[in-house]
């Protein structure tokens, strides 16, 4: 009787120390969290300030490069495996990365006016030269003309961002995840290839 009751003890005991251990593995992984939650935030408040200042710079040759830097910055910040800009013959890729089970070629462009077709469509050249499902993530801060947009509205390989799209993303208005996958369902629902995230937000 007396062993039963000890045994019966140490259970008791086991379970409470089982308890104590399990709350504080949460409290852990919560602190965990919270200190990556607050790193990404600062990272990404660091990369809005960027985005910001390069809007002052007046060396185009200059900010080019470091807004794709910038961009690849992001997507390693959202874990989508960037790969920062290469040359293949006489062929520059301004960066690739990874989303899902999907591959992407980067082209950004900061201009002081809205991108026409043509300048869309040496981009989707480039991507059809690829492998059959590779596709293509456009970021334009000055935009795209209508007819840029229209001519590429039909089976196109590509994903249209603008500067007003990724400021909200740096602004943390939106994740870059969550405005990728639906411009990304636009495109295969409509064939259009741009979604703005005010008409997501709207």
């Known amino acids: 009787a007396a062993l039963d009751e000890v045994q019966k003890v140490v259970a008791v005991h086991s379970k409470q ?9 949460e409290a852990t992984r919560d602190a965990e969290a ?26 185009h040759q200059t900010r080019g490069p470091q807004f794709e830097g910038l961009l690849n910055e992001l997507f390693a910040l959202v874990d989508l495996r960037p790969r920062a800009s290469y040359s293949l013959e006489s062929e520059q890729i301004d960066g690739a990365f990874t989303f899902q ?3 992407y070629l980067l082209e950004a462009r900061w201009w002081d006016r809205p991108l026409q077709p043509k300048e869309l469509n040496d981009f989707t050249m480039k991507i059809q030269a ?22 590429h509205s039909h089976g196109t390989p590509l ?31 409509t064939g259009r290839p741009m979604l703005s995230v005010n008409e997501m937000m709207g």
């Open 159 to 189: 994903v249209l961002m603008d500067g007003t799209d990724l400021f909200a993303v740096l602004d943390g208005r939106i994740s870059f995840a969550e405005m990728l996958e639906r411009k990304r369902r636009h495109a295969a629902e």
């Open 130 to 151: 690829k492998a059959k499902n590779v596709l293509g993530l456009m970021v334009a801060v000055g935009g795209f003309t209508p007819g840029a947009i229209e001519k």
């Open 17 to 25: 120390a089982e308890a104590r251990e399990q709350v504080r593995a």
């Open 101 to 103: 089970t999907d591959d």
């Open 34 to 59: 919270r200190d990556l939650r607050r790193t990404h935030d600062e990272l990404l408040k660091a990369l809005k300030e960027r985005f910001t200042e390069m809007w002052s710079m007046t060396d």
